[in-house]
């Protein structure tokens, strides 16, 4: 125990400059404080041209909901995932939030409704970094990204519509853990060079051998016609021929696909 009659205990001395500054949190807010639902569509009718934008979303949250809880959860350098992105409120509060208090949030909104996902996230979110209307301009910028085909069929095989270019991003980055240097054409095995470590895919017959199995096989063949490297070279492909021995005298690492190929 501590103090002049032993009967107190430490505290920590927390400065006001330490403190984030803004309303103390609450468990009820209030519509006056965080909006309501008309306001949220009245919001959503301002900035997008979707016709009936108020009906397919009933319960839209208001802008300064959502920033509210941004304030409350966020630093100013956070990232914020909305899964279920809809009508891109999450991210319009984050490049309001971001203005306000010059923070450099980042945000990833992910919508499954391709209508939705660009005729409403996508626009609502580019019309509130350019300003629209009398909307102030807020500032930022966004990538529109779409899905690729899944990777792997249900029995676990290579789906047979990845393509080549496609499959070897998803290698290189789960090799490396960065992205392909520069996106494959499909006409050379070597996909990049990470660390001093060359990456190559023999996937689709790339080395011109259309057969089902056909170059997709580590042969010494195949081996003699890969773009040379004196490092470690990690090499894809569905079956190898060569020896333990070769391949450590080499400095091969040989990965199967589909078994060997990382899915995070
Ligand atoms: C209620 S809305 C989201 C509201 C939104 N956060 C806002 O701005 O108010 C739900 C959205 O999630 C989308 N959605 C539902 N399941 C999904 C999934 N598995 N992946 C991506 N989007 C999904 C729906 O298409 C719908 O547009």
């Given at each position: 125990?501590?103090?002049?009659?032993?009967?107190?205990?430490?505290?920590?001395?927390?400065?006001?400059?330490?403190?984030?500054?803004?309303?103390?949190?609450?468990?009820?807010?209030?519509?006056?404080?965080?909006?309501?639902?008309q306001?949220?569509?009245?919001?959503?009718?301002?900035?997008?041209?979707?016709?009936?934008?108020?009906?397919?979303?009933?319960?839209?949250?208001?802008?300064r909901?959502?920033?509210?809880?941004?304030?409350?959860?966020?630093?100013?350098?956070?990232?914020?995932?909305?899964?279920?992105?809809?009508?891109g409120?999450?991210?319009?509060?984050?490049?309001?939030?971001?203005?306000?208090?010059?923070?450099?949030?980042?945000?990833?909104?992910?919508?499954?409704?391709?209508?939705?996902?660009?005729?409403v996230?996508?626009?609502?979110?580019?019309?509130?970094?350019?300003?629209?209307?009398?909307?102030?301009?807020?500032?930022?910028?966004f990538r529109?990204?779409?899905?690729?085909?899944?990777?792997?069929?249900?029995?676990?095989?290579i789906?047979?519509?990845?393509?080549?270019?496609?499959?070897?991003?998803?290698?290189?980055f789960?090799?490396?853990?960065?992205?392909?240097?520069?996106?494959?054409?499909?006409?050379?095995?070597?996909?990049?060079?990470h660390?001093?470590?060359?990456?190559?895919?023999?996937?689709?017959?790339v080395?011109?051998?259309?057969?089902?199995?056909?170059?997709?096989?580590?042969?010494?063949?195949?081996?003699?016609?890969?773009?040379?490297h004196?490092?470690?070279?990690?090499?894809?492909?569905?079956?190898?021929?060569?020896?333990?021995?070769?391949?450590?005298?080499?400095?091969?690492?040989?990965?199967?696909?589909?078994?060997?190929?990382?899915?995070?």
């Amino acid at each position: 125990m501590v103090g002049k009659n032993k009967d107190s205990i430490p505290q920590i001395k927390r400065f006001l400059s330490e403190v984030k500054q803004g309303v103390v949190p609450q468990t009820l807010w209030t519509y006056k404080e965080v909006g309501h639902t008309q306001e949220a569509k009245k919001e959503l009718v301002a900035i997008c041209d979707f016709e009936d934008s108020a009906s397919v979303f009933i319960t839209p949250k208001p802008v300064r909901l959502i920033r509210r809880i941004l304030e409350i959860a966020t630093d100013k350098d956070s990232l914020v995932l909305d899964s279920f992105a809809g009508s891109g409120t999450t991210g319009h509060a984050v490049l309001d939030l971001n203005r306000a208090d010059d923070g450099c949030r980042q945000f990833i909104l992910a919508e499954m409704d391709e209508n939705i996902c660009r005729n409403v996230t996508a626009q609502r979110i580019e019309r509130a970094i350019k300003g629209h209307g009398t909307q102030l301009a807020l500032g930022g910028g966004f990538r529109y990204c779409t899905l690729a085909e899944p990777l792997f069929d249900e029995r676990g095989n290579i789906n047979e519509k990845v393509t080549f270019p496609d499959l070897a991003a998803h290698v290189f980055f789960t090799e490396t853990g960065q992205p392909i240097p520069k996106r494959a054409t499909g006409k050379t095995p070597l996909l990049g060079i990470h660390n001093d470590t060359a990456i190559y895919l023999l996937f689709n017959g790339v080395l011109g051998d259309k057969q089902p199995d056909g170059g997709n096989i580590l042969t010494n063949d195949v081996l003699r016609n890969l773009p040379a490297h004196n490092g470690t070279k990690v090499i894809y492909g569905i079956a190898c021929r060569l020896s333990t021995q070769r391949l450590k005298r080499d400095n091969i690492i040989f990965r199967q696909t589909p078994y060997e190929i990382r899915t995070r």
